[in-house]
């Protein structure tokens, strides 16, 4: 089997770390890793495949001789070293906004449009956590029976806004149980056993920008403009796993039952649906799995070509580091990529 020099940048944060743990399991075939990071965790060493790695500084030199570059810094830094990276040779794969709207840059979600990594020139977009469990629930729908409209509300656990957030909420769970004032640093509001219909920032049509997103990814990953599509996503007190509450509006009327057999045999998704034993995905029990949860799947009352659902993920794993992942297998298992050495 061949082997590829990997980087990770952003290698200290939680979707670094969960790089690191999705390769392992998947025994991604890598002969070597680098871990990069700020000058904030240079010297910080982290286990990988048995071996302790120390974390070095993200440079322009950093990426000489990788194969495959998988980012989760935030948008700035992808902005500056993923060029960069490109330019040296890496195929970068990027798990911030900086390019997923980007005519140029490929928005994959390996279940719904795979074939559009080949035709990347370096960097290839990782979707936003909410809109990838969205497309892979609703693709396999919509290529039998062609969706019209997608309303949303999106339950997001705080590990969505990284470490910091995961503290907080940990820290302020403990100030309200023992009574004691919370003073909120992450978000505008409190979040201990509260709720923040505000995700990003507000934009000019009162939509908020992660709002924004789903609308605009989920339309450039399955290919089509004309899916009317409104969400509201919500900040709730949970430490991992987003869960949506989805209508969809088709072209003709498809029955629950005909959904449920449809995603039963859909790449990626599991489909857990009893209401008589109280039955239906949740955030608690899809952490740390790699399927799209699907529940709850039922007639839409308000209109008669409609369904209800719920959906759950892991929104570190299939959510971020799993989809980036299985993006780069796709690229090996297609022979889109070689090795450095075998390209010379």
Not at 148 to 162: D, F, L
Not at 243 to 250: D, P, R
Not at 271 to 288: E, F, H, K, N, R
Request: proline letters at 6%; a neutral charge.
């Amino acid at each position: 089997m061949k082997g590829y020099k990997v980087a990770i940048v952003g290698a200290t944060g939680l979707v670094g770390r969960e790089f690191i743990k999705v390769l392992e399991q998947r025994n991604f075939p890598m002969t070597s890793i680098q871990l990069l990071a700020s000058d904030r965790s240079v010297g910080k060493r982290l286990f990988v495949t048995h071996r302790e790695i120390e974390v070095k500084e993200t440079v322009p030199e950093s990426f000489k001789g990788i194969d495959i570059a998988l980012f989760s810094a935030g948008a700035e830094i992808s902005r500056y070293f993923s060029p960069i990276a490109a330019q040296s040779g890496a195929v970068v794969i990027d798990n911030s906004s900086a390019f997923r709207m980007m005519d140029t840059v490929p928005l994959v979600v390996p279940e719904v449009n795979p074939e559009d990594i080949k035709w990347h020139r370096g960097i290839i977009a990782n979707p936003n956590c909410s809109t990838i469990q969205t497309v892979v629930a609703l693709y396999p729908l919509h290529k039998v029976n062609p969706i019209k409209r997608i309303i949303a509300a999106t339950y997001q656990a705080v590990s969505g806004t990284g470490s910091a957030a995961v503290d907080e909420l940990t820290a302020q769970v403990k100030q309200v149980l023992d009574g004691q004032t919370t003073i909120p640093h992450v978000y505008p509001h409190q979040i201990a056993f509260n709720v923040l219909p505000e995700i990003d920032v507000f934009l000019d049509n009162g939509y908020t920008k992660e709002e924004w997103k789903l609308v605009e990814e989920t339309r450039k990953i399955m290919h089509t403009d004309d899916i009317a599509i409104s969400a509201t996503c919500v900040r709730v007190p949970v430490f991992t796993g987003h869960s949506m509450a989805v209508n969809i509006e088709f072209s003709q009327p498809m029955s629950p039952d005909e959904a449920e057999r449809i995603l039963a045999q859909a790449p990626g998704v599991k489909v857990i649906d009893d209401p008589v034993i109280s039955l239906y995905p949740q955030p608690w029990s899809a952490t740390g799995t790699d399927e799209v949860f699907v529940g709850r799947i039922r007639r839409d009352v308000s209109h008669p070509n409609g369904l209800v659902m719920w959906i759950a993920a892991d929104n570190l794993r299939k959510g971020a580091a799993l989809n980036t992942v299985q993006i780069a297998e796709e690229m090996i298992k297609r022979e889109w990529i070689r090795p450095t050495r075998a390209r010379k």
